[in-house]
């Protein structure tokens, strides 16, 4: 049966991973008029594509961070194609890998990420490895929301379209490419680096030189 048609029979179904659904739901674009009223449509069918898709891959459940992916889609379509949609990103793109319970895949991510940082900001680098600042200690949201929650969401949908672009394994190395030589990354780094700003910063964006 095709994915579409299971959407509806799905949803008439009993997910264990509803209650941790429903707690996040509300942390999800807080500030989009879509999401930001409690039991509106959008939390509604955003609770909805998230429970689905729990009860499709049973070993991935529900894991922080998807909502906001499964959010942006919702932002551009119905319900059903939203959650279509997730299922062949989690699958053909290889974005479950991130969300598995080993998440084996997000630790090389962090791990490119870092060496990127490495090649291309060597000061950030070493300052970072001299405060012993762990990629994992800022970059692990980013790579679970693919970068959605780091930047403004316009921005944010263009780094995705980056994302989008590419059913490889190469998808997120892409992104991370583009976020490291960022007018963004490189202006709050040296902010950073003279003291004017505190690292938790670096989750922030201003702008984007594309």
Known sequence: MPIKDQYSELLKMTSPCEK???????RTYPEHDF???KDSLGQEVLFNVMKAYSLVDREVG????SAFIVGLLLMQMPEEEAFCVFVKLMQDYRLRELFKPS?????????????MIQEHLPE?????QSQSF????YASSWFLTIFLTTFPLPIATR?????????TTQSLRSVSRVVVKSSYFGTTV?????????????????????
């Open 20 to 26: 941790l659904i429903r707690r996040d739901i509300a």
């Open 159 to 167: 780094i995705f379209d980056i994302f989008m672009s590419e059913v």
């Open 134 to 137: 762990h990629t994992s200690m």
């Open 35 to 37: 999401f930001k009223e």
């Open 190 to 210: 040296k902010a950073v680096l003279m003291g004017k700003f505190q690292i938790s910063l670096l989750c922030r964006c201003s702008s984007v030189v594309w």
């Open 124 to 128: 950030l680098y070493v300052h970072f």
């Open 103 to 115: 998440m084996a895949e997000l630790g090389l991510c962090m791990y490119q990420f870092e060496c």
């Open 62 to 65: 529900y894991c922080q961070g």
